[in-house]
């Protein structure tokens, strides 16, 4: 026994002299993240709204003592006429807090987990948890005009362990087994280019539906590398890259968390979901909690209550649809992000930072947080991608709050006057309103406007240090997109109402217009793609370079309505979740219009179409 305490104190030593940091006492609770689609973040913001905490982190996940302290905070705060928590709203702080507190070690057959510590001197040594948990969304789409009807399924198994090494190390391990049936239609042919290049010859990709089952932009990718059908052998010839048939694949997510200086400082090293520079949930142009996760390296240090900085380095995961090999080879990146924040009191927030995509090589200067990443490259030469950021957000607790974002990829300054009529001019903005409704238990409504202009988060390959073929450095993570879930091209309207009466029980509405260029078909619209790439020659001159948002060739408008909720039983370890809608979907094409370059797509392919779907999508969760 006392070889095995030796060992782990040997255990904690190291990762001490790893992060340099020294050792301080803090609350013995565990510094794993919060998963991001959990309850409480929306809770969190609506305090955070009504004046009832100080300013909340934009960087995402929190940890679990960093929930539990704003939640105390929240309890703690002086009542007023505005900022009042109600007895039921009181309750449901009170039973979520319970959540993430340490519990007796021991079997807890209710929650599927089973607990356990080491003491030694009557002080905690090691502590953690051992559970298993389900998760299955399942979906089924009408489709009216078709009298077609479609079944989808995203359910997962998942094993887990996670604890604590000492009051300032935490761990987590998940490993998880997928069921997944997502079928698509293939639309056609996207050209990568316009046309009228002299420097590029024209390249073409498939573009494929959003998944039939699920309302679109809904459905994400859940799975690391490849899947296999369940009617094939599971041998490497037979892998897929997309579950259109039932397919089984792994997932696995992974962290350690370091916290120090009475939890000042946080360093965490894993493989989780994240997102930064939110202004409400989902909302984030610069990192979406939509992306795909990957390994990085998290610095997030807050030393006043109203000036933070973070950083994160990763490496980013290759897009598998053409094969193991072969997309890998020209992508081979790198993601380094800072963010600094600023607050004034509840009442105004700015954020603001940079980020990059980079060919993997040593670059400490990505790396250091404290050289901004867009300077850092006039230091070293203009290979990578880079973008600057900047968030506003205005409050009055107890009321709402506005805000505006601004995410630009490129621009160039000799034709700024013409920001919104040249493909040169990549950027996205977003802005928003979300008004507390009173006297209905944490109620808001929330009303947001976002634009995604052509080419944003797309790059032109080029040849970077270290690699002698043209290297892809567009802003994606495994095919999927760092920033907005919305592809280039783009805007959406967004009305949201959400309450939450209960701890167990929420509901909301919802109405979206989504607008996009079609990446496909005879007026396929340059621009309106990740695949896409900008045309280096004559930027200035030529027509195929110029833009004009749903005049420039055919676009798809949808019209999503929905209503869901959850609700988690008392009695049984379960939860059931879901929503249910319609969704109208239409093009809208220009008379007389001529795509630049001649169409070739396949036999058949490239019409437009409309339709008018009938969504129910059914989840449950168990032990989670």
């Known amino acids: 026994m006392l070889n095995f305490i030796y060992r782990i104190k040997k255990i904690q030593v190291v990762f001490s002299l790893l992060f340099f940091i020294v050792i301080f006492s803090v609350s013995a609770q565990t510094h794993v993240s919060v998963p991001l689609d959990h309850r409480v973040y929306y809770l969190l913001e609506m305090a955070e709204t009504r004046g009832l905490c100080p300013p909340l982190p934009a960087v995402k996940p929190y940890t679990r003592a960093k929930v539990i302290e704003i939640i105390n905070e929240i309890l703690s705060t002086q009542q007023s006429v505005f900022r009042g928590l109600s007895g039921s709203e009181r309750r449901i702080l009170e039973e979520i807090k319970s959540e993430f507190?340490?519990?007796?070690?021991?079997?807890?057959?209710?929650?599927?987990?089973?607990?356990?510590?080491?003491?030694?001197?009557?002080?905690?040594?090691?502590?953690?948890?051992?559970?298993?948990?389900?998760?299955?969304?399942?979906?089924?789409?009408?489709?009216?005009?078709?009298?077609?009807?479609?079944?989808?399924?995203?359910?997962?198994?998942?094993?887990?362990?996670?604890?604590?090494?000492?009051?300032?190390?935490?761990?987590?391990?998940?490993?998880?087994?997928?069921?997944?049936?997502?079928?698509?239609?293939?639309?056609?042919?996207?050209?990568?280019?316009?046309?009228?290049?002299?420097?590029?010859?024209?390249?073409?990709?498939?573009?494929?539906?959003?998944?039939?089952?699920?309302?679109?932009?809904?459905?994400?990718?859940?799975?690391?590398?490849?899947?296999?059908?369940?009617?094939?052998?599971?041998?490497?010839?037979?892998?897929?890259?997309?579950?259109?048939?039932?397919?089984?694949?792994?997932?696995?997510?992974?962290?350690?968390?370091?916290?120090?200086?009475?939890?000042?400082?946080?360093?965490?090293?894993?493989?989780?979901?994240?997102?930064?520079?939110?202004?409400?949930?989902?909302?984030?142009?610069?990192?979406?909690?939509?992306?795909?996760?990957?390994?990085?390296?998290?610095?997030?240090l807050n030393p006043i209550s109203w000036f933070s900085i973070s950083s994160i380095t990763g490496v980013l995961e290759f897009d598998n649809a053409n094969g193991i090999s072969e997309p890998a080879l020209t992508f081979q990146n790198a993601f380094s992000l800072t963010q600094f924040e600023f607050n004034f009191k509840n009442y105004i927030h700015v954020s603001m930072g940079s980020s990059a995509i980079w060919a993997k090589r040593l670059e400490l200067g990505y790396i250091f947080p404290l050289i901004d990443n867009f300077f850092y490259q006039n230091f070293i030469g203009d290979f990578d991608n880079m973008a600057i950021f900047m968030?506003?957000?205005?409050?009055?607790?107890?009321?709402?709050?506005?805000?505006?974002?601004?995410?630009?990829?490129?621009?160039?300054?000799?034709?700024?006057?013409?920001?919104?009529?040249?493909?040169?001019?990549?950027?996205?903005?977003?802005?928003?309103?979300?008004?507390?409704?009173?006297?209905?238990?944490?109620?808001?409504?929330?009303?947001?406007?976002?634009?995604?202009?052509?080419?944003?988060?797309?790059?032109?390959?080029?040849?970077?240090?270290?690699?002698?073929?043209?290297?892809?450095?567009?802003?994606?993570?495994?095919?999927?997109?760092?920033?907005?879930?919305?592809?280039?091209?783009?805007?959406?309207?967004?009305?949201?109402?959400?309450?939450?009466?209960?701890?167990?029980?929420?509901?909301?509405?919802?109405?979206?217009?989504?607008?996009?260029?079609?990446?496909?078909?005879?007026?396929?619209?340059?621009?309106?793609?990740?695949?896409?790439?900008?045309?280096?020659?004559?930027?200035?001159?030529?027509?195929?370079?110029?833009?004009?948002?749903?005049?420039?060739?055919?676009?798809?408008?949808?019209?999503?309505?929905?209503a869901g909720g959850f609700f988690k039983f008392n009695n049984l370890p379960l939860t059931i979740f879901g929503e249910a809608g319609i969704v109208n979907t239409y093009f809208t094409e220009i008379d007389q219009y001529t795509y630049i370059n001649t169409y070739k797509g396949r036999s058949g392919s490239g019409s437009y179409f409309k339709y008018t779907a009938l969504i129910l999508t059914i989840g449950i969760r168990i032990f989670l």
């Open 101 to 300: 507190e340490i519990k007796e070690a021991g079997a807890d057959l209710w929650n599927g987990i089973y607990r356990f510590n080491f003491l030694r001197n009557d002080s905690l040594l090691f502590s953690g948890e051992a559970g298993a948990g389900l998760e299955s969304v399942n979906s089924v789409a009408h489709y009216r005009d078709e009298g077609e009807r479609y079944i989808g399924t995203d359910t997962w198994g998942t094993l887990y362990f996670n604890g604590d090494i000492g009051r300032n190390f935490s761990f987590f391990v998940g490993i998880s087994a997928g069921l997944l049936s997502a079928e698509r239609n293939l639309l056609g042919d996207y050209y990568l280019y316009a046309s009228e290049s002299t420097v590029f010859t024209d390249e073409t990709v498939d573009i494929y539906s959003q998944p039939l089952a699920f309302f679109p932009y809904t459905y994400q990718k859940g799975w690391d590398g490849f899947m296999f059908d369940v009617k094939k052998d599971m041998t490497a010839g037979s892998m897929e890259s997309w579950p259109g048939a039932l397919s089984v694949a792994p997932r696995m997510l992974a962290e350690m968390a370091f916290a120090a200086f009475d939890d000042t400082l946080l360093i965490r090293i894993g493989r989780v979901q994240r997102e930064w520079g939110a202004m409400t949930k989902g909302s984030s142009l610069i990192f979406n909690a939509s992306a795909r996760p990957f390994v990085g390296f998290e610095f997030i």
């Open 391 to 562: 968030n506003f957000k205005g409050q009055y607790p107890g009321l709402g709050k506005i805000w505006f974002s601004f995410f630009m990829d490129e621009v160039e300054l000799s034709s700024i006057k013409r920001v919104f009529d040249r493909d040169q001019h990549m950027f996205a903005y977003q802005a928003g309103l979300q008004v507390i409704i009173p006297l209905l238990p944490f109620a808001s409504f929330t009303a947001s406007y976002t634009k995604i202009e052509p080419y944003n988060y797309t790059h032109l390959r080029v040849k970077t240090p270290w690699y002698d073929i043209e290297m892809e450095q567009a802003y994606v993570n495994n095919g999927v997109s760092l920033g907005h879930y919305l592809p280039p091209n783009s805007d959406e309207i967004k009305l949201r109402f959400e309450i939450h009466p209960m701890a167990r029980f929420s509901g909301f509405f919802q109405y979206q217009l989504i607008r996009h260029g079609a990446d496909f078909g005879p007026q396929q619209v340059d621009g309106s793609s990740l695949y896409s790439e900008l045309d280096p020659d004559g930027r200035g001159s030529k027509a195929s370079l110029k833009k004009s948002f749903l005049n420039d060739g055919a676009y798809q408008w949808m019209h999503i309505i929905k």
